[in-house]
């Protein structure tokens, strides 16, 4: 056998390979080589093997593994800008795709429903999808459901495997495995989503901390990678209102969170990851202003946006907001124990001189990614002025929330408890209703809902709950959608959502609500 | 194992009621003969499932959720297991279920009849069939026991002391209680849950089944189906918000509150159930009620008018039992047209329609449509 069938074999193909029907046929025996390197030697491989045009991620955990593998010290040499989200696809050009080859990359699938529905936008998009020449699909670790490839409108679209026809116990193993690495890269942050400034903290990290909270409410709290982890939320007062002249007519920016992430990515370095998502009216054309055209692009402003890519534009123009007050507290109240790197070039990121923001055009595929630099500078610049001007003045800091690691950790699994419980209950009302229990998708609870829960049964602030959100997130077992909603009155809202990841985590959550029951209410 | 005990307490509970030779309340039309309609055999699950929980709240053996170990105290003095059941509503009010997200959910009854069906039973479940097909939900499947009483105490093997005490308390009580009672105390827990079921049957009438309903009047078609509909999602509403109610709960609820030993029991029961007068003396409810009456009067008035429209010999003479149903509805109706000031309509059936035609006049017809329109949650 030649080289070029050796690796060709390496890697099992769908329901035809070498090694069809068997367990598992991989080289390598079940653990022995460390989970980020396997998955790194199979993207690796598939991308030598295959030399695609471009490689579209499953959202969120796929696109969080590439950005592990894509950032770390043995980096996969791919560039960002042929990387492509599954959830942009419809924001594409029509042919943008068509004749390319497309490598579709997801570390890991049970009945593959999302891959289905991925494949399905893309014959849309007129992509043969089951063109060998076309198109491949790799998948790290398969579950036994959906070995056998994956069906779309009656074609079995074949799949490359890591690992496949895993049982439900090893599926779950080797998923735990994967977040587990993901948090030691650094948390599921690791998204294409949000954006994010560095900085080094030079003094005093309690005095750093205390700077955030002189206008925001934050908790410190440690994630399973061991790393430092501050959530700073803002609330709807006075000093932290959005002006509605930034969004779409109708947007709603009250009730939904605005925060601020501080995640620890190496000793001092800390990402500031401002995060802000408000609800905006469907099928609605955003007449913006032209800094915002220029940055967002026609993906998000153009009359044929879609109402997932303004909401995205929107968060993305919501989120330089709340990056101006974040770093404005910080100048005032601590500008000697930080300093603050800003993202770079591409190109200067990629030859290893400092980062860059490149990431973003997998979400945001028409960003203009040197303007949002140039923008996030400007922003720098203001709110170290502003900053200054307000060093000494009020407001107070708000008081810490005094909650252990060891409480929040137990009630991020009360609060995912409530939520999967919620959903359930709103999924049998839907049963009797209509007496029909195929589940939409997404279905999930608004960020609203999910602190009136915490508001409600956990007596938690706004912030306590927040904070549950992302270590939920930073676990995997929550996860976020966008999803048209009904929204007040006539409006129908596109609105962010939360539901618990997956049949693997649900599943996992209702028998443990039922083996322990809910989490009792605080009083 | 969770699921079992606690299919294994309810039948114990069960075994106590239907084996009971002493006197208990006695329900109208329906013969004390042990036996337990399904409806009223979830109602009891329903009052078991949130006793057993308040039970495992206040005295569970809880401490495996923060250390994730087993539990070190002595668990003969504990709950040791939660009801495995997620009570939450069906068509009309609360059931006990169970749901994967990826099926439909399904009710205690299909459960038991399922486990039946393998050989397994806790009960005897006769299911009403029709066309040899069976159907466990049906109000007319029956719950009988299956066991002699000399074995029901082997129910409990493998049960905590603690919790051997509970249920012998509970059934204490339980095996006194009439039908009606069960019914009453497994339907009402307090005023608001009681409110939102309320609310959630006007809820269907409102947004389904009312614009059904006025399109088709408007267009001259046949409605007799969401006339019933209407009908019986109306008289849900009145029965839960009835005050007939509040003598069954009241009697049943005291007898728990007296005839409990066990202090635990008490303390759960006190979290489980208010008192009748909280759920049934308020000014919401005396509200609600109100409007489940006029919606009661509605709905009859309409399934009559919608029947004999597409019956017009049996108007002035109703052969058919159906017929004489119907009848009957459209007396009691009017009647409650007269009580609740709803005027514009004709004493007799005859004045509904243009001659022995189905059309409905004119008036009558823009006058239906009005009080329909008149719904609102």
Not at chain 1, 263 to 268: A, D, E, F, I
Not at chain 1, 439 to 460: D, K
Not at chain 1, 483 to 494: E, I
Request: proline share 4%; net charge neutral.
């Amino acid at each position: 056998m030649n080289n070029a069938l050796a690796s060709d074999y390496i890697w099992g193909i769908g329901n035809e390979g070498l090694f069809g029907g068997a367990r598992q046929a991989d080289i390598d025996a079940f653990g022995t080589v460390p989970i980020k390197a396997a998955i790194r030697r199979f993207l690796d491989s598939q991308i030598q093997l295959w030399k695609p045009d471009r490689i579209i991620v499953l959202e969120r955990k796929g696109t969080a593994v590439l950005r592990a593998l894509m950032e770390s010290e043995d980096p996969i040499r791919w560039r960002w800008e042929d990387v492509v989200s599954s959830k942009v696809i419809e924001q594409l050009q029509p042919g943008e795709l068509s004749g390319k080859r497309i490598l579709i990359f997801d570390d890991m699938m049970k009945k593959g429903v999302h891959l289905a529905e991925l494949l399905r936008e893309l014959r849309k998009h007129g992509v043969d999808v089951a063109s060998p020449d076309h198109l491949r699909v790799a998948v790290f670790a398969v579950h036994e459901e959906s070995s056998r490839g994956t069906e779309v409108e009656g074609t079995i679209i074949p799949h490359a495997w890591y690992r496949r026809c895993l049982n439900t116990q090893d599926y779950t193993d080797l998923r735990t495995q994967i977040v587990t690495m993901l948090q030691h890269s650094g948390s599921l942050m690791l998204d294409t989503e949000h954006l994010e400034i560095r900085v080094n903290i030079v003094g005093n990290f309690d005095k750093f901390v205390k700077a955030l909270r002189r206008t925001g409410r934050a908790t410190v709290f440690t994630s399973a990678g061991s790393r430092v982890n501050i959530t700073v939320l803002y609330e709807d007062d006075t000093i932290h209102l959005l002006p509605t002249g930034d969004f779409p007519d109708g947007t709603k920016t009250d009730n939904i969170v605005k925060k601020c992430r501080v995640v620890q990515r190496s000793g001092s370095e800390f990402a500031l990851i401002p995060i802000c998502f408000p609800s905006i009216p469907a099928a609605q054309v955003w007449h913006c202003k032209q800094e915002v055209s220029t940055l967002l692009g026609r993906s998000v402003v153009g009359v044929e946006a879609t109402d997932s890519g303004r909401f995205y534009g929107v968060g993305l123009r919501a989120a330089l907001r709340v990056l101006r007050w974040v770093l404005r507290d910080l100048y005032a109240a601590a500008p000697h124990e930080f300093t603050v790197s800003l993202p770079g070039s591409v190109e200067h990121g990629r030859l290893g001189s400092g980062y860059h923001l490149g990431h973003l055009r997998v979400m945001y595929p028409t960003l203009d990614v040197g303007y949002l630099n140039k923008w996030i500078a400007r922003i720098e610049r203001e709110a170290q002025s502003e900053g200054s001007q307000l060093q000494g003045k009020r407001p107070e800091s708000s008081p810490a929330t005094p909650l252990r690691d060891e409480v929040l950790y137990q009630r991020a699994i009360g609060l995912l408890q409530m939520i999967s419980d919620h959903l359930d209950r709103k999924r049998i009302a839907q049963f009797w209703r209509l007496l029909d229990h195929s589940t939409p998708h997404p279905f999930g609870l608004t960020a609203e809902e999910v602190f009136q829960i915490g508001e409600q049964h956990f007596r938690g602030d706004k912030v306590t709950t927040s904070t549950l959100f992302d270590i939920l997130i930073d676990q995997a077992t929550l996860v976020t959608h966008v999803q048209p909603g009904t929204g007040l009155g006539r409006v129908r809202l596109v609105e962010r959502t939360f539901e618990p990841d997956g049949e693997i985590v649900s599943e996992a959550v209702r028998r443990y609500t039922t083996q322990w029951g809910l989490p009792d209410a605080i009083d | 194992m969770q699921c079992e005990r606690s299919l294994r307490a309810l039948s114990y509970i069960f075994h106590g009621w239907a084996q009971y030779t002493g006197k208990r309340k006695f329900h109208f039309g329906k013969p004390d003969n042990r036996v337990l309609p399904i409806i009223e055999f979830e109602k009891l699950a329903l009052f078991w499932c949130r006793l057993w929980q308040n039970l495992w709240r206040i005295d569970g053996a809880r401490d495996e959720r923060a250390h994730a170990t087993r539990p070190k105290m002595d668990t003969q003095k504990l709950i040791t297991f939660p009801p495995p059941f997620v009570i939450e509503r069906a068509k009309h009010g609360k059931r006990p279920q169970r749901y994967d997200g990826i099926e439909k959910p399904v009710t205690l009854a299909e459960i038991l009849c399922g486990l039946q069906d393998l050989g397994i039973r806790y009960f005897d479940i006769h299911p009403f069939v029709e066309a040899g097909t069976a159907y466990p939900n049906h109000y007319k499947t029956e719950v009988h026991p299956t066991l002699p009483p000399e074995r029901r105490s082997q129910l409990l093997e493998g049960f905590s002391g603690a919790e051997v005490k509970c249920l012998d308390d509970i059934d204490n009580v339980v095996r006194r209680l009439g039908t009606s009672e069960i019914r009453a105390l497994g339907t009402h827990e307090d005023l608001q849950e009681t409110m939102r079921d309320i609310e959630l049957e006007f809820d269907v009438i409102v947004t389904d089944l009312v614009p059904l309903a006025v399109s088709r009047i408007a267009n001259g078609q046949p409605f007799l189906d969401v006339a019933q509909d209407i009908l019986e999602y109306a008289d849900e509403a009145y029965k839960k918000s009835c005050a007939d109610r509040k003598e069954d709960y009241e009697s049943a609820y005291g007898l728990f509150l007296n005839d409990t030993k066990d202090a635990l029991v008490r303390a759960a029961f006190s979290r489980s159930q208010v008192e009748a007068s909280a759920i049934f003396d308020s000014a919401q409810m005396n509200a609600v009620a109100l409007r489940a009456e006029q919606a009661r009067a509605v709905g009859k008035v309409l399934a009559a008018v919608a029947y004999f429209r597409d019956h017009s010999d049996e108007r002035s003479q109703p052969r058919s039992s159906k017929a004489r149903e119907m009848k009957h509805a459209w007396d009691e109706g009017i009647s409650g047209f007269g009580k609740h000031n709803i005027l514009g309509f004709p004493s007799e059936l005859d004045g509904v329609y243009v001659g022995s035609s189905s059309q409905l006049r004119p008036a009558i017809r823009d006058r239906f449509l009005e009080v329909l329109s008149g719904f609102h949650r």
